[in-house]
Nanobody, 124 residues
Framework: VQLQASGGGLVQAGGSLRLSCAASGRTFSSYTVGWFRQAPGKEREFVAAISWSGSSTYYANSVKGRFTISRDNAENTVYLQMDNLKPEDTAVYYC??????????????????WGQGTLVTVSS
């Protein structure tokens, strides 16, 4: 599976962005997909995950109620809608895919395939 993340950019605090993760290769619809982020000088952290069918989602407490993860398996794409953005959301955002039925997958070690990352900058 090859993943391509896009949609990052510069936005003011309180604004919105939608990230996309487009997949190609093997059967994308059978994978759990997660979003992670890494801020400068910090470790990569879990943001959100969605099950292979889209019926289950899971969020980090720091983004719950502000971010929404969704997927369109017909289009091989997963989205991360980010609303009410805060300066502390500034980071490079990565999408990743994990095989297997267990959900949620919070640790990055579960994920087999990674996209290249897209930068989100939130100004105050």
């Amino acid at each position: 599976v090859q993943l391509q993340a896009s949609g990052g950019g510069l936005v003011q605090a309180g604004g919105s962005l939608r990230l996309s993760c487009a997949a190609s290769g093997r059967t994308f619809s059978s994978y759990t997909v997660g979003w992670f982020r890494q801020a400068p000088g910090k470790e990569r952290e879990f943001v959100a995950a969605i099950s292979w069918s889209g019926s289950s989602t899971y969020y980090a407490n720091s983004v719950k109620g502000r971010f929404t993860i969704s997927r369109d398996n017909a289009e091989n794409t997963v989205y991360l809608q980010m609303d009410n953005l805060k300066p502390e959301d500034t980071a490079v955002y990565y999408c990743a895919a994990a095989g297997g039925a267990s959900f949620p997958r919070i640790s990055s070690t579960w994920y087999d395939y990674w996209g290249q990352g897209t930068l989100v900058t939130v100004s105050s």
